[in-house]
């Protein structure tokens, strides 16, 4: 299983970017897809999740500002950021927990990480 994640650049405050990360590889289903960020010196942290069930979440900061969209059968989740603020400024990575194995009866959920792609909110 390979992920790409791309979309990821330098941006002024109060701008927008788009993230779009897509799953590859023998994928049976997707139980979850999520974007996470990396300031320097810290732990990942979710920014938002997109479940196959249930609602999605975001982190209080980012609530109102960004909108995360997924396409299980496509593999494929995206990251609308608007209104960018210099907090955000982070290393963002895709999550991807893909229910994988040689045949279905054999299946388990495995969690997968795409690069990080840097996002810059600087003027």
């Known amino acids: 299983v390979q992920l790409q994640a791309s979309g990821g650049g330098l941006v002024q405050p109060g701008g927008s970017l788009r993230l779009s990360c897509a799953a590859s590889g023998n994928i049976f289903s997707i139980n979850a897809m999520s974007w996470y960020r990396q300031f320097p010196g810290q732990q990942r942290e979710l920014v938002a999740s997109?479940?196959?069930?249930?609602?999605?979440k975001y982190a209080d900061s980012v609530k109102g500002r960004f909108t995360i969209s997924g396409d299980n059968a496509k593999k494929t989740v995206d990251l609308q950021m608007s209104d960018l603020k210099p907090e955000d400024t982070a290393v963002y990575y895709c999550l991807v927990d893909a229910l994988v194995g040689t045949t279905y009866s054999d299946s388990y959920y495995e969690p997968y990480w795409g690069q990080g792609t840097q996002v810059t909110v600087s003027s």
């Open positions: 997109f479940p196959a069930t249930g609602n999605i």
